[in-house]
């Protein structure tokens, strides 16, 4: 009888001291994560470039179909402006480009006058057509589609440009990029309708813009 009895007291007693037992230490502190000013600031993206248009070798070409047949192409020499872009391609080019009406060049003098006259693009009260780029998204390698305001004729409409980066080269001032960009347009929606309805089917309403663009590297003084 008095094993029986031993057994049971010899279980309750280190049952009974570990109950006793009151913490003795502070909880251990979590690590808290290492302060966001501490880690390495990411690495600076180069600065855009800043360019000019070089007009003797920019240009814009367009091109509209003529009495239902052969598409018809002119040109307006001279282009003038500038263009921010990064030479490492990181970003959009942004383009300013402006072509003088009174540069448009057709091979024919009389067509040219009458281009620049009021039924197309009315020289003496819009002498400018300009292109800004607003932005750009990628497309791939040194190609990219640009997002912009073109204003003719006294209208200015959002359009979507092409846009491929042609070459890296070095001029006499430094480097040189080249451009190209092309988009297509509805004259109508810039308030040039002569040919569609009166007299009908003379010109087509759309046009195609092919702009080569070539630019030097902005030299700061």
């Known amino acids: 009888m008095r094993t029986l009895i031993l057994v049971p007291s010899l279980i309750a007693a280190?049952?009974?001291a570990l109950a006793a037992i009151e913490p003795t230490a502070a909880p251990v502190a979590v690590m808290q994560p290492v302060a966001l000013a501490a880690q390495a600031a990411p690495a600076a993206q180069p600065a855009a470039a800043a360019m000019t248009l070089d007009p003797v070798h920019s240009m814009a070409l367009f091109r509209i179909q003529h009495l239902e047949a052969g598409q018809f192409w002119g040109r307006f020499n001279g282009v003038e402006g500038s263009v921010s872009w990064p030479l490492d391609d990181a970003s959009a080019p942004m383009i300013k480009a402006i072509a003088k009406v009174e540069r448009v060049d057709t091979g024919s003098e009389k067509l040219d006058g009458n281009l620049k006259g009021p039924n197309f693009f009315n020289a003496k009260e819009f002498p400018e057509i300009a292109f800004t780029t607003t932005t750009g998204t990628r497309?791939?390698?040194r190609h990219w589609t640009l997002t912009g305001d073109l204003s003719l004729h006294g209208v200015t409409k959002p359009v979507t440009v092409d846009c491929v980066v042609t070459g890296v080269g070095k001029g006499p001032t430094g480097k040189k990029v080249g451009f190209?960009?092309?988009l297509t347009i509805r004259r109508s929606e810039f308030g040039m309708t002569?040919?569609?309805?009166?007299?009908?089917?003379?010109l087509g309403d759309e046009v195609k813009l092919v702009i080569g663009l070539e630019a030097d590297e902005t030299k700061a003084e």
């Open 194 to 202: 002569w040919g569609i309805e009166k007299p009908p089917k003379a």
């Open 180 to 182: 190209e960009c092309q």
């Open 14 to 16: 280190p049952v009974l």
């Open 139 to 141: 497309v791939g390698e």
